[in-house]
Nanobody, 125 residues
Framework: QVQLVESGGGLVQAGGSLKLTCAAS????????MGWFRQAPGKEREFVTS????????RYADSVKGRFSMSRDNARNTVYLQMNSLKPEDTAVYYC??????????????????WGQGTQVTVSS
């Protein structure tokens, strides 16, 4: 089992920044990848970014490229999501997820077995 705890959400004005943190615990050595997804009211959960742990390969959704940045701290089993130039359309609950399925497509929800509880990000115009 892997436990994930997100933090760092909040209310910010458009153009502002927030940094989300996801701390993993438990059987983290089995992790293949970690990702961030988000879900706005009335919409499906969508991919934001992911990292394949062993090769540090990071991918981003087109909607956040150039504005969001994912990083990690191996020693702390923690990943971060730095969000800059935030827009009202970035408003959503942000979820951290972990996958232990080697070779999975990291932009798909089905690749992830473990999910955090989510943290709310609200961007005002």
């Amino acid at each position: 089992q892997v436990q994930l705890v997100e933090s760092g959400g909040g209310l910010v004005q458009a153009g502002g920044s927030l940094k989300l943190t996801c701390a993993a615990s438990g059987r983290t050595f089995t992790n293949y990848a970690m990702g961030w997804f988000r879900q706005a009211p009335g919409k499906e959960r969508e991919f934001v970014t992911s990292i394949i742990w062993g090769i540090s390969s990071i991918r981003y959704a087109d909607s956040v490229k150039g504005r969001f940045s994912m990083s990690r701290d191996n020693a702390r089993n923690t990943v971060y999501l730095q969000m800059n130039s935030l827009k009202p359309e970035d408003t959503a609950v942000y979820y951290c997820a972990a996958s232990d399925t080697w070779g999975a497509s990291t932009d798909r929800r089905t690749a992830y077995k473990y999910w955090g509880q989510g943290t709310q990000v609200t961007v005002s115009s």
